[in-house]
């Protein structure tokens, strides 16, 4: 199974900042990578696919970049609508895994 | 409009089962990658299974020959049935629909509760 790791578990920020989560794959999986959203109570939210592409809908603060092993998602400037825990996703190849979860906390 | 509507969730015991349904509207479940995703209260996301439009299924590990994905074409529903139920199976469990690449899901259901306890 691909092992997806998230780094860090826990970021703390204030609105207006410019925060990066970075997602690390243990192989390559070709960009197959997204990236959601989840508030609490929640289904998660689709911010990013195929690693670079923004779901509809979304902000363009956010943004995601990356290939092969390792990604990242940036925010480019925090708004208080974003605080939620983030998770990136592999669908490279089954099993589908998910990373940890980086929770975004108000500082 | 594409919305996901789950039910079926509930209280049960070890060694038990359920059928979780999710009712699709807005577009067809049968031409699409349809999966179901769950969460263990306090955790992460876990994938669960995926059915192709096709009709082939794949499951994780953790479920394999106790869950059954499936789907009712003239009712636009997607299945999970669940067997041989334990506590480590308690989640929400939520369907979920992908873009044109399995499996990148850009819709979600609300979720169902399955708590296993006795």
């Known amino acids: 199974d691909i092992q997806m790791t998230q780094s860090p578990s826990t970021l703390s920020a204030s609105v207006g900042d410019r925060v990066t989560i970075t997602c690390r794959a243990s192989?390559?999986?070709?960009?197959?990578l997204a990236w959601y959203q989840q508030k609490p109570g929640k289904a998660p939210k689709l911010l990013i696919y195929?690693?670079?592409s923004l779901e509809s809908g979304v902000p363009s603060r956010f943004s995601g970049s990356g290939s092969g092993t390792e990604f990242t998602l940036t925010i480019s400037s925090l708004q208080p609508d974003d605080f939620a825990t983030f998770y990136c996703?592999?669908?490279?190849?089954?099993?589908?895994?998910f990373g940890q979860g980086t929770k975004l906390e108000i500082k | 409009e594409v919305q996901l509507v789950e039910s079926g969730g509930g209280l049960v015991h070890p060694g038990g089962s359920l059928r979780l349904s999710c009712a699709a509207s807005?577009?067809?479940?049968?031409?699409?990658?349809m999966s179901w995703v769950r969460q263990a209260p306090g955790k992460g996301l876990e994938w669960v299974a995926v059915?192709?439009?096709?009709?082939?299924?794949y499951y994780a590990d953790s479920v394999k020959g106790r869950f059954t994905i499936s789907r009712d074409n003239l009712k636009n529903t997607l299945f999970l049935q669940v067997n041989r139920l334990n506590p480590e199976d308690t989640a929400v469990y939520y369907c979920?629909?992908?873009?044109?690449?399995?499996?990148?899901?850009?819709?979600w259901g609300q979720g169902t509760l399955v708590t296993v306890s006795s």
């Open positions: 979920a629909r992908s873009g044109q690449q399995c499996c990148d899901y850009h819709y």
């Open positions: 807005g577009f067809t479940v049968s031409s699409n990658f």
């Open positions: 059915i192709y439009s096709g009709g082939d299924t």
């Open positions: 192989q390559s999986i070709n960009n197959w």
């Open positions: 195929k690693a670079s």
């Open positions: 996703q592999q669908y490279n190849s089954y099993p589908v895994t």
